[in-house]
């Protein structure tokens, strides 16, 4: 009896373990140190994550991954990051300024010609515009049609113009033409590109050209005689000074006037009067419009050898005699008239 007493005082004094117990505490504890891990990780991540920005520009530059604006931005350097130019897109023309005569003030595109608000572009490029000559390889020689009589015509000069302009009347009459009228001068190597255009509003339904619709008149005919003599070289620089000259003679003269190019040689004159009052020769206008968008002029007239390149106007013939010797003439030899 006295035995059983005392296992049963034991029993009581030491019970049996619980394994609840044992689970509600592992519990508590794991919960202690979740909360206590959720406090202290973030701050060692903030601390780890916190690079000095030059410190991490330099790490992204050893990488060979960080953009030159960003690289900029973080420097501190001040300065702005500048967009990036696509290749071959030309940055926006900037306004004509100080050119000689009236062209600076009254000339060029967007120079308040009397046609939209100033500062507006005469036109924009249609979607499928393909620039003149502003290719890749627009530096490089290109072949040319050999003109009738044979000849060799390495450099091309663009003459952009408006057939009814002052300025353009002077220039092709007073320059070019006595320049043509020496076959020993610079033209026996330098090819005319003839672009009747110049300052024209293209509204999209209608073309308003600067010097009234006889002048618009008159660039589709030079159009059209461009179309007819080919690859003439010769008789179609002939027809267009030959016309230019009427149109110079007297103020009166009206480039619709089928006299003033009737006795112009080299062409019929009723067949390109009938080409400039077909409508199919609008779509030709604007394909010269696109290419004198292309250049960029300040003014019309303009002469130049390539995009980019000094206007000749003014000083054609030593403009031109200064490229014997280098580029496209190196292998020629500078004409008499040069000198």
């Given amino acids: 009896m006295m035995e059983q007493e005392a296992e049963t005082l ?43 920005p030059k410190e991490k520009m330099a790490f992204m530059q050893a990488q060979a991954f960080i953009p030159f604006a960003e690289a900029q931005a973080m420097s501190n ?15 926006p023309a900037q306004p004509a300024s100080g050119l000689p005569g009236p062209y600076g003030a009254q000339q060029g595109y967007g120079a308040g010609v ?31 049609p050999a003109p009738a009589g044979g000849g060799d015509k390495p450099v091309t000069l663009d003459i952009f113009y408006e057939t009814k302009c002052p300025y353009s009347l002077q220039f092709i009459d007073g320059e070019v033409k006595p320049a043509m ?30 010097h009234g619709t006889d002048e618009c008149f008159g ?28 149109l110079t003679s007297e103020t009166s003269h009206l480039a619709e ?35 004198t968008q292309a250049e960029h002029s300040e003014h019309m007239p303009w002469a130049t050898t390539a995009i980019g390149q000094p206007n000749l106007q003014g000083r054609l013939v030593e403009g031109l005699c200064q490229m014997y010797g280098t580029g496209q003439l190196a292998a020629y030899p500078k004409p008499a008239c040069c000198s």
Avoid at 10 to 25: D, F, G, I, K, T
Avoid at 33 to 45: D, M
Avoid at 80 to 90: F, N, R, T, Y
Avoid at 257 to 281: E, F, N, V
């Fill in 181 to 210: 009228s020496d076959p020993t001068c610079v033209f026996q190597h330098v090819h005319i590109n003839w672009e009747p255009y110049g300052n024209v509003q293209d509204t999209g339904g209608a073309l308003i050209c600067q």
């Fill in 257 to 291: 006037d089928m006299a003033g190019y009737s006795g112009c040689p080299g062409a019929d004159a009723q067949k390109l009067t009938d080409c400039a009052k077909d409508p199919a020769i609008f779509a030709d206008l604007r394909k010269v419009g696109q290419e």
């Fill in 114 to 144: 009397a046609h939209g608000p100033a500062g507006a572009p005469i036109a924009t490029h249609p979607d499928d515009f393909i620039a003149h000559r502003d290719a890749p390889a627009q530096n490089q020689p290109v072949p040319l």
């Fill in 219 to 246: 660039n589709k005919l030079h159009i059209c005689a461009k179309k007819e003599f080919g690859g003439n070289d010769a008789g179609l620089n002939d027809w267009i000074t030959c016309h230019m000259s009427y």
């Fill in 77 to 91: 350097t001040g300065a702005p990051a500048q967009p990036a130019m696509l290749p071959g897109v030309l940055p």
């Fill in 10 to 52: 034991l029993v009581e004094a030491n019970p049996a373990p619980q394994p609840w117990v044992s689970r509600r505490l592992l519990g508590v504890v794991g919960v202690v140190g979740l909360v206590c891990t959720a406090a202290v990780l973030p701050r060692q991540w903030s601390s780890n994550k916190v690079v000095a």
